[in-house]
T-cell receptor, first 114, second 113 residues
Framework: NAGVTQTPKFRVLKTGQSMTLLCAQD?????MYWYRQDPGMGLRLIHY???????AKGEVPDGYNVSRLKKQNFLLGLESAAPSQTSVYFC?????????????FGDGTRLSIL | QQQVKQSPQSLIVQKGGISIINCAYE??????FPWYQQFPGKGPALLIA?????SEKKEGRFTISFNKSAKQFSLHIMDSQPGDSATYFC????????????FGTGTRLKVLA
């Protein structure tokens, strides 16, 4: 029972580098989310998707892009990494809207931008 | 108006004691209030949730108390155990018509053995 799998688990980047974080879920969920977690700030929504081929902006979308080409995968891209993007990134998925179905989270990607 | 304010930021409780975490919201359209529990190195997981048509919901040692008029809700952990040591997040959402939670800032709970 894999659930939500995030790769990589850790990464260190230099300012200006680009990278893609991968989220994969095996629960056939329609909804997928990318959050960032920073000390004292809780979880903030970056982007989300309500189905294959769809994406939408969350609270803090600047500097990030996403794609949902396959239902089971949700990719988060950093085109030109900045130190302010140092954070722990969580992917989540759900079978329905937040008020009706729980979100299932991966174990996070710890990203440091030097 | 979209904020959910959570307190305290950290909490230390003796084994067997009661842990209480509070959250307050402003948007009266919120109608679903979950609590998520997060252990170190793991993602958050749903613990318990409440809708505003009830004032209290209990699941085992965990209880949510909800005060609609005050726009506040709280998590009570009875007979706290060291295994409850984790970070707890409250959240709020509109059950239909939106796809996102607004999370509180988290409370780090440590239960001493």
């Amino acid at each position: 029972n894999a659930g939500v799998t995030q790769t990589p688990k850790f990464r260190v980047l230099k300012t200006g580098q680009s990278m893609t974080l991968l989220c994969a879920q095996d629960m056939n969920h329609e909804y997928m989310y990318w959050y960032r977690q920073d000390p004292g700030m809780g979880l903030r929504l970056i982007h989300y998707s309500v189905g294959e081929g769809t994406t939408a902006k969350g609270e803090v979308p600047d500097g990030y892009n996403v794609s949902r080409l396959k239902k089971q995968n949700f990719l988060l891209g950093l085109e030109s990494a900045a130190p302010s993007q140092t954070s722990v990134y969580f992917c989540a998925s759900s079978s329905g809207q937040p008020g009706n179905q729980p979100q299932h989270f991966g174990d996070g990607t710890r990203l440091s931008i030097l | 108006q979209q904020q959910v304010k959570q307190s305290p930021q950290s909490l230390i409780v003796q084994k067997g004691g009661i842990s209480i975490i509070n959250c307050a919201y402003e948007n009266t359209a919120f109608d679903y209030f979950p609590w998520y529990q997060q252990f170190p190195g793991k993602g958050p997981a749903l613990l318990i949730a409440i809708r505003p048509d009830v004032s209290e919901k209990k699941e085992g040692r965990f209880t949510i108390s909800f005060n609609k008029s005050a726009k506040q809700f709280s998590l009570h952990i009875m007979d706290s155990q060291p295994g409850d040591s984790a970070t707890y997040f409250c959240a709020a959402t509109i059950a239909s018509g939106t796809y996102k939670y607004i999370f509180g800032t988290g409370t780090r709970l440590k239960v001493l053995a």
